[in-house]
């Protein structure tokens, strides 16, 4: 089983502050995707990445996929309290068929 | 665009009672997906469907979950008899394809079943 670990997994800040999220796994993953869900929702996809060192804005967001595609963070610049919500890594393993495996979640608050 | 189409959103039982989700997907999406989402955890696949195929159900608990894609359009998930820890939020969600390197196949997720077993 490939497992993906998120930290932290509580994370709440002031509005206008940066933050980072981190997904680890000891396995390689052929390509890695961020969601976010909000309270009530299904998740909705932010981003994939698929080669290693990849980095991708998407305008106060940054995501970058580690050099061995074994990792991922997330990066928000002058978080908003739009941005709260939990904050999913999934990845397609190499050894997982088309399966997609979910990390535990960023639980995300940005308080006014 | 429609999305994905869950019914009931919200659904209480007695342990040992069963219970049924429905699920549309998008309309023209090949692939339909089953995830139940443990308050506090990451979605878990349970059952993957390609047109009206299974894909993949090795995580599915076979002894009490069963689900069907009968036409290949909507889809069933069903628990009997449904246990405490089944208690969790049940997504559907489609994509065009299982081709998990084709672009743009992204997968959309409904709303969500919300079960709670007492």
């Known amino acids: 089983t490939q497992l993906l670990e998120q930290s932290p997994q509580f994370l709440s800040i002031q509005e206008g502050e940066n933050l980072t999220v981190y997904c680890n796994s000891s396995?390689?993953?052929?390509?890695l995707q961020w969601y976010r869900q909000e309270p009530g929702e299904g998740p909705v996809l932010l981003v994939t990445?698929?080669?290693?060192?990849e980095v991708k804005k998407l305008k106060r967001l940054t995501f970058q996929f580690g050099d061995a595609r074994k990792d991922s963070s997330l990066h928000i610049t002058a978080a908003q309290p739009g941005d709260t919500g939990l904050y999913l890594c999934?990845?397609?393993?190499?050894?997982?068929?088309?399966?997609?495996?979910f990390g535990e979640g960023t639980q995300l608050t940005v308080n006014p | 665009e429609a999305g994905v189409a869950q019914s009931p959103r919200y659904k209480i039982i007695e342990k040992r009672q069963s219970v049924a989700f429905w699920c549309n997907p998008i309309?023209?999406?090949?692939?339909l997906y089953w995830y139940q989402q443990i308050l506090g955890q990451g979605p878990k696949l349970l059952i993957q469907?390609?047109?009206?195929?299974?894909?993949?159900d090795s995580q599915l608990p076979k002894d009490r979950f069963s689900a069907e894609r009968l036409k290949g359009v909507d889809s069933t998930l069903k628990i009997q008899p449904a246990k405490l820890e089944d208690s969790a939020v049940y997504l559907c969600?489609?994509?065009?394809?299982?081709?998990?390197?084709?672009?743009?196949?992204?997968?959309?997720f409904g709303e969500g079943s919300w079960l709670t077993v007492v």
């Open positions: 969600a489609s994509s065009l394809t299982g081709r998990r390197f084709l672009l743009g196949n992204t997968i959309y």
């Open positions: 999934a990845g397609y393993g190499e050894t997982s068929g088309s399966r997609l495996t």
């Open positions: 309309s023209g999406h090949a692939t």
């Open positions: 469907f390609q047109n009206n195929g299974v894909v993949d």
């Open positions: 396995s390689v993953f052929s390509s």
């Open positions: 990445v698929v080669t290693g060192g």
